[in-house]
């Protein structure tokens, strides 16, 4: 039993990813009451005040980013300053997640000279931060 033990414990390289994910995953999640706190109570304004925003429920969204001067893709983030916007840091950190955790792993691996494990945690750094980039633009 003690050798089945061994051979399935965790290496420190899953620990550190684990852990980075858990508790990466509460302080973002943590971030998002924050945000919705400041959002809901009015301390911090909305870029699309609460009493608006039931008028452009019957609208397609190409109307509401058109009517509330909402930029496409990343542009939102200029809009940081403002109640409604500022919750999606905690998305983000939510979404980039991974890449960071990823990026944790790589040098352990280079120095073990783990080559196939290399490889796939650069490729999945690569594809990650491409599809998160919104350089592709795939569908509508």
């Known amino acids: 039993m003690r050798e089945t033990r061994s051979k399935t414990a965790a290496s420190p390289e899953q620990?550190?990813?684990?852990?980075?994910?858990?508790?990466?995953?509460?302080?973002?999640?943590?971030?998002?009451?924050?945000?919705?706190?400041?959002y809901v109570f009015g301390i911090l304004a909305p870029h699309v005040p609460l009493e608006?925003?039931?008028?452009?429920?019957?609208?397609?969204?190409?109307?509401?980013?058109?009517?509330?001067k909402i930029p496409l893709g990343w542009g939102w983030v200029v809009l940081l300053g403002k109640g409604d916007f500022l919750n999606f840091v905690g998305i983000v950190i939510l979404a980039g997640l991974t890449i960071v955790a990823y990026l944790t792993l790589l040098p352990a691996y280079i120095r073990q000279k783990d080559?196939?494990?290399?490889?796939?945690?650069?490729?999945?750094i690569?594809?990650?931060?491409?599809?998160?980039?919104?350089?592709?633009?795939?569908?509508h």
Do not use: K, M
């Open 126 to 139: 690569l594809i990650l931060s491409l599809a998160a980039s919104g350089i592709l633009v795939v569908g």
């Open 52 to 68: 608006e925003i039931s008028a452009y429920w019957s609208q397609g969204v190409h109307h509401y980013l058109e009517e509330a």
């Open 15 to 38: 620990i550190r990813y684990a852990n980075l994910l858990f508790y990466g995953c509460w302080g973002a999640i943590f971030f998002l009451f924050a945000t919705y706190f400041l």
């Open 115 to 124: 080559l196939p494990f290399v490889i796939i945690v650069t490729l999945e």
